[in-house]
Each structure stands twice: as structure tokens, then as C-alpha cells.
């Protein structure tokens, strides 16, 4: 039997331009597209990457209570950083967010789609 797929949205102006959907919910698994640091209610960005971490896991927060699912349903999660030397100004947020739930995790140093951008964090979710 297959299970139904549900697709969420944050209202991003990315989403619809670049059809994608910021999470898809297929059965027990959430797949969370990469979210940057924007906060998407102002679409403002702030200029550090610690902050815009915080913003990528608040939305990452809502879309997973949005999918009911928790924070610590995340198995894994994926790190795009644009520069190795930001990433001990991260490294606290990281821990505050993830230290409990541990999940498999893999940084890359890369570019994004916006000179703004310092941090993309995209997340698998499994509740079982």
C-alpha cells in the first residue's frame, strides 16, 4: 500500500519560482529541502552565520511541527557552508540545537545562490 505524500510550504517566494516544496511527508519520513537564514515572515536576512543558523532551525522547528514531527525525530542532516572559516562561529549554534538528538551529519564549504547566504541546513526526519 502506498502511503500519501504531503507537501509543505513555508510561503518563500523561492519555493513557487523554483518548484520546490520545503518539506515533503511521505509516511514516516520528512524530507526538509535546504532552509537558509532568512526569516521568511520579513524575508530578511541577518549578517552572521550564527544567527542565520537560528533562523534555519526555526523554520526547520515549524515545518516539522507543521508534519508532526519533533526536532528530535531528525536522523540526518546536512550542512552547506560557504566559508570553512565561519564554521567556529557555527559551532555553538549547532550544539544548542542538535546536541541532544546527535543525528548523522555531513558539512559541506560551498557556494549558494545568494551573496548573502551563508548557510544552507537541509534535514531528514523519521518518526517509526
Same mark, same amino acid.
Given at each position: ?62 515545518? !516539522?511541527?507543521?508534519?508532526?514531527? &519533533?526536532?528530535?525525530?531528525?536522523? *540526518?542532516?546536512?550542512? +552547506?557552508?560557504?566559508? #570553512? @572559516? /565561519?564554521?567556529?562561529? !557555527?559551532?555553538?549554534?549547532?550544539? &544548542?540545537?542538535?546536541?541532544?538528538? *546527535?543525528?548523522?551529519? +555531513?558539512?559541506?564549504? #560551498? @557556494? /549558494? ?8 541546513? &537541509? ?6
Amino acid at each position: 500500500m502506498k502511503s500519501e505524500r504531503k507537501r509543505i510550504s513555508t510561503g518563500s517566494p523561492f519555493e513557487a519560482t523554483m518548484g520546490y516544496s520545503r518539506a515533503v511527508v511521505q509516511g514516516d519520513w520528512c524530507f526538509v529541502s535546504g532552509v537558509t537564514g532568512y526569516d521568511y515572515a520579513t524575508m530578511t536576512m541577518p549578517e552572521t552565520i550564527d544567527q542565520q543558523a537560528r533562523n534555519c532551525f526555526a523554520t526547520i522547528a515549524k515545518v !516539522l511541527e507543521e508534519a508532526s514531527f &519533533e526536532m528530535a525525530d531528525i536522523a *540526518r542532516v546536512q550542512y +552547506t557552508v560557504v566559508d #570553512a @572559516g /565561519l564554521v567556529d562561529a !557555527l559551532i555553538p549554534t549547532l550544539g &544548542e540545537a542538535l546536541g541532544d538528538i *546527535r543525528p548523522a551529519a +555531513t558539512m559541506i564549504i #560551498a @557556494g /549558494l545562490i545568494k551573496p548573502e547566504m551563508l548557510i544552507e541546513i &537541509e534535514v531528514t526526519a523519521y518518526r517509526g
